[in-house]
């Protein structure tokens, strides 16, 4: 599922102890901070000695971080004036990418270096996507290539890396290709569905009535579908704007927890931060955000596809 390969290397840090490889321990623990969205956020360093912010979304599907145009000035540094030039042969729809020589952030084992990076730029994208107003770029699973398991914890707001197994209960985790996103069989009402598994998301939504049930389910389960496919279908039914409106459902479960009389906000309120194509991708899934995370421990074991939730 993750390409490349996971870049560790161990540096010296003040006291000129030299790091633990993280083989020698149960996981690589990396902290973080909730922005005014509830975006997990870390905190890195560029080789140039710059702090950026870089948005931790499970469900950003980009296999390169997505930059914001401030982040293009931060993480590429002393070489921004290079990459504007490259840019002035092509129309503003290009995509620029760049790789920093590293980055660096504090861990549980001290300062850990991250090389091998490509960050991309588009103009295109970002308007699509919305890279969130307080993170300098969006990253998701690929950032940490070749992770086994992905741990979000909630509680002491820390994720880890290949960090062991939490809790006793395994729900499917599905890999969605034509989107590239993560979802988890649930039931609502009674009825089996799914759900996208988005930390990059402050709401809790439920599908739309416009979007069928069963036409999106036997989309999620055609693995030949391309995006191209499936946005010619969603892009079809038209959503219109609305304002304090809600989407309910008697009962919403997710493995062995159970909500009932769940209430979600319509993602066609124009209250919800997201951009358009996010937007109607939201609109044809139901989608976990952080309503549902917050002071929880959850984990995507992306080895053995399971997903894992504690409270």
Not at 215 to 225: K, P, R, Y
């Amino acid at each position: 599922i993750l390409a490349g390969s996971f870049l560790l290397i161990s540096c010296v840090s003040n006291s000129g102890r030299k790091e633990p490889d993280l083989s020698e321990t149960e996981g690589l623990r990396i902290p973080f901070t909730l922005d005014s969205h509830h975006h997990v956020i870390l905190t890195f360093q560029t080789d140039e000695d710059i702090t950026v912010h870089l948005n931790f979304d499970s469900g950003c599907p980009d296999k390169k971080p997505l930059v914001s145009e401030e982040g293009l000035k931060k993480l590429s540094g002393s070489s921004y004036g290079d990459l504007m030039k490259e840019r002035e042969a092509f129309p503003d729809t290009a995509t620029t990418d760049f790789s920093p020589a590293f980055l660096i952030t504090q861990t549980s084992m001290g300062e850990i270096r991250f090389t091998e990076k490509v960050f991309s730029y588009s103009p295109a994208e970002i308007k699509g996507y919305e890279v969130s107003g307080d993170a300098d770029a969006t990253i998701g699973f690929a950032f940490f290539q070749e992770a086994k398991r992905i741990t979000f914890n909630y509680k002491e707001n820390f994720i880890e890396i290949d960090g062991p197994a939490i809790g006793d209960t395994e729900i499917p985790l599905y890999y969605f290709m034509a989107t590239g996103h993560y979802f988890a069989p649930v039931i609502i009402d009674g009825k089996e569905d799914y759900a996208l598994l988005d930390t990059g998301s402050e709401v809790f939504t439920l599908r739309e009535k416009a979007f069928s049930r069963k036409i999106m389910c036997t989309m999620m389960e055609d693995q030949a579908l391309t995006f191209s496919d499936f946005y010619n279908v969603i892009s079809q039914v038209k959503l219109p704007e609305t304002e304090g409106e809600y989407n309910t459902a008697d009962s919403f479960t997710l493995g062995k927890v159970t909500w009932e009389n769940v209430r979600a906000l319509k993602i066609t309120d124009r209250h919800m931060h997201t951009g358009a194509l996010s937007r109607q991708i939201i609109a044809s899934s139901n989608n976990i955000g952080y309503p549902f995370f917050k002071d929880k421990i959850i984990q995507f074991d992306l080895e053995k596809m399971i997903f894992r939730i504690v409270e």
